[in-house]
């Protein structure tokens, strides 16, 4: 009512631009973190066995505890996938694969993982890829990273999988400044939860070993080279770490990966 056409194409033109142009609110982010994750929901083969989920709910809220204050709830969830895997949603939902659990050395490597995670989220590049997402028009694109993400066992399922784990990972494929970020907030923060930030590492040249020239669908949306693993290990070496800082759970971390493997074998 008694807006002119010519306003309304003004206004429009000012959202557009406003949409391309500033950083994601954290409003805005916590409504899109909202939306897919309630696709990822439907679209992911979540675990739903207690004692796994609320294993690795502690842990991540442990290293969110330790990083202080958030602007968001963190979410931890587990989904059954024989890809060594890691992913964060807008605003704070966090997806951890099976497989990546069951390749963790000690609870210091599932921690480190989980930690980077969460760094991603602290520092908004998962906000900040949203942005990049729209500025370059590639939401309907996203499809062609989806197979880069999920990988391994979900390969085969890739067909049945929707928009939701598709944009997941496009917003997952970060820079080597966001990545290094990532990782000296996993140094930062571990410590103050107790975990030695050293299970990064490790749980990257475990990685690198194994993969032998492919690397594994974490790595490749992750990419650990020899020179991030090199800076990982100076800034450990220069953090002034306490005594003590835990590497293992006495057999907790052995015991989960029992019951998902016994879940494995129940499955069809
Ligand atoms: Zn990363």
Redesign the pocket.
């Known amino acids: 009512m008694g807006w002119t056409r010519s306003s309304v194409v003004a206004a429009a033109l000012v959202l557009v631009l406003s949409i391309a142009c500033a950083p994601l609110s954290f409003e805005e982010e916590a409504y899109l973190g909202r939306q897919v994750n309630d696709q990822i929901r439907h679209e992911a083969d979540l675990v739903r066995d207690r004692q796994i989920w609320d294993y690795v709910r502690k842990i991540g809220h442990k290293i969110v505890a330790a990083a202080g204050p958030q602007p968001f709830t963190y979410h931890f969830y587990v989904v059954e996938s024989g890809a060594i895997n890691a992913f964060a949603l807008p605003a704070g939902y966090i997806y951890v694969n099976t497989e990546t659990i069951m390749q963790a050395r000690n609870v210091s490597e599932l921690a480190g993982v989980i930690g980077?995670e969460v760094g991603?989220v602290a520092r908004r590049h998962v906000a900040n890829n949203y942005r990049r997402q729209q500025n370059v028009g590639v939401l309907h694109r996203v499809g062609t990273y989806t197979a880069a993400l999920i990988g391994g066992g979900m390969a085969g399922s890739a067909a049945n999988m929707g928009g939701g784990l598709a944009a997941a990972a496009y917003l997952n494929s970060?820079g080597r400044d966001a990545?290094r970020e990532?990782d000296v907030f996993a140094v930062e923060v571990l410590p103050k939860a107790g975990y030695d930030p050293e299970g990064l590492v490790t749980f990257f040249e475990t990685m690198m070993r194994e993969s032998g020239g492919s690397l594994p669908a974490w790595l490749s949306s992750?990419p650990a080279t020899s020179e991030r693993i090199a800076s990982t290990r100076t800034l450990i070496r220069e953090a002034d770490l306490p005594r003590g800082l835990r590497r293992t759970d006495g057999g907790r971390l052995e015991q989960i990966q029992k019951r998902i493997a016994a879940l494995r074998r129940r499955r069809p």
Do not use: K, R
């Open positions: 980077h991603h970060y990545e990532a992750h």
